[in-house]
């Protein structure tokens, strides 16, 4: 049974009931690399492509990896597409969303933009402009963004690569996710 703060309207809080809920929030955000692991692991299953998501995952990670990228972008890679458990329709908004307070503003400027610049590949087969990325063409990350498609994420639906497991990056997402949460995007 934990503690519970007195009041039932947040206007009536004291220092003592706000204590209590800080401490509880700072044990859930330890809690937090946990939960990405698991919401990694629910992307194991049935897919169109010849590998599933994780694997897609793990693949663009892998990418990364034997690119010689840093830890952090490894991290994205291999977290770029888990806003598909939450929101498969607008999902890159959502990986940005989480990793918004970890991550430079160029990782998350990728992870939030990857989705459209992907369309590059395959908007042709769904009425859309498949150079609608090109709204950006000024933007200092546009060419990175440009290049995680290109290199890692667009070719890593591939059945014969040698695919790095979920164990062998675990490391990273722990790393990531005990970083101090930076207050950007913190309460917006
Ligand atoms: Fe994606
Ligand atoms: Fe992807």
Redesign the pocket.
């Known amino acids: 049974m934990i503690d519970k703060v007195r009041f039932t309207a947040m206007e009536n809080g004291t220092q003592a009931d706000y204590d209590l809920v800080f401490a509880h929030d700072a044990r859930n955000v330890a809690k937090q690399a946990d939960r990405v692991l698991g919401w990694l692991r629910q992307m194991e299953g049935e897919s169109p492509y010849q590998i599933s998501r994780l694997e897609?995952?793990l693949q663009?990670a892998t990418r990364a990896e034997n690119d010689g990228a840093d830890d952090e972008t490894i991290a994205c890679a291999l977290l770029?597409?888990i806003g598909d458990i939450l929101a498969p329709t607008n999902h890159s908004a959502i990986a940005a969303a989480l990793l918004a307070p970890y991550v430079s503003e160029q990782n998350h400027w990728i992870v939030l933009h990857?989705g459209l610049f992907?369309g590059y590949y395959w908007f042709e087969y769904d009425g859309q402009d498949p150079n609608a990325r090109d709204r950006f063409k000024d933007h200092e990350f546009y060419d990175a963004c440009v290049d995680f498609c290109a290199r890692w994420?667009?070719v890593?639906f591939d059945p014969d690569y040698e695919t790095q497991p979920l164990e062998h990056f675990e490391p990273l997402v722990r790393d990531l996710f005990a970083r101090q949460p930076n207050s950007r995007n913190r309460y917006e």
Do not use: E, P, Y
């Open positions: 897609h995952c663009t770029h597409d990857h992907q994420d667009q890593s």
